[in-house]
């Protein structure tokens, strides 16, 4: 444990952690043709560990890439680590809702996420499973809840009750996913006392804004560590 966490985003929900053990973690890998992903990081990074939170493009198009590149396990529904099995890649960690496992020395739960999950391929719609979300629990018991494309659901409670994480990364762009209002909500649900703002700013409908989650969560002691597309947190 000689490190501290570093939380560096790609842009949109493409984050790469590196833990305070040295693991480096990537969750929805879409580097090429994602239009917030710094020119200097679209190359499939080495990382240790993938973590997909569903099957839309915009979450996974660079998955393969990534997987073949690193060689190291994927976790994500069983449907979506079939395909990409037929796809080569070998290395799957399937799990659904409410399971947990023990992956690349982290404690993993994938948990409830209210969207929908499916990916053209070939010119034909695939079903991938349904859309999840992550509880990470990393060396030093530091807890972070990664919700991937969501709604607002009233379980967040029971994901801050049962899993206290200590940063929840959260879509805030609206549209396809919550806004800050609902994000705001999600955090004192949660219990959370930082939130990472992501699925924002990719493109103009994505309307949300870290300004407008700050006005609503900040007077209640909850810091929001808004990213620049390529920084990192420490
Ligand atoms: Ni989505
Ligand atoms: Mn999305």
Request: proline fraction near 8%.
């Amino acid at each position: 444990m000689d490190r501290r966490l570093a939380i560096t985003w790609l842009g949109h929900s493409t984050f790469l952690i590196r833990t305070p053990g040295g693991t480096r973690v990537m969750f929805d890998p879409w580097l090429a043709r994602n239009p917030a992903c710094p020119q200097a990081m679209k190359k499939p990074p080495k990382v240790d560990l993938i973590l997909v939170s569903h099957g839309h493009r915009d979450h996974m198009d660079d998955l393969v890439a990534v997987a073949r590149e690193s060689g190291s396990p994927v976790v994500a529904m069983p449907e979506l680590c079939d395909w990409l099995g037929r796809k080569g890649i070998a290395n799957l960690s399937p799990m659904n809702k409410g399971g947990s496992q023990h992956v690349a020395g982290l404690d993993v739960t994938m948990t409830e996420a209210l969207h929908s999950s499916g990916y053209v391929d070939n010119g034909q719609m695939v079903y991938m499973g349904e859309p999840a979300g992550f509880v990470v629990r990393l060396e030093d018991g530091v807890t972070l809840y990664f919700a991937g494309d969501t709604a607002l659901f009233g379980d967040m409670r029971l994901i801050g009750e049962m899993h206290k994480p200590d940063i929840a990364f959260l879509p805030i762009g609206d549209r396809f996913t919550m806004g800050p209002v609902a994000a705001a909500r999600a955090c004192e649900f949660l219990g959370v006392r930082q939130v990472v703002p992501m699925h924002w700013g990719t493109f103009p409908i994505l309307t949300g804004t870290p300004a407008e989650l700050k006005r609503l969560v900040e007077p209640r002691g909850v810091q929001v560590l808004e990213l620049k597309p390529g920084e990192t947190a420490e």
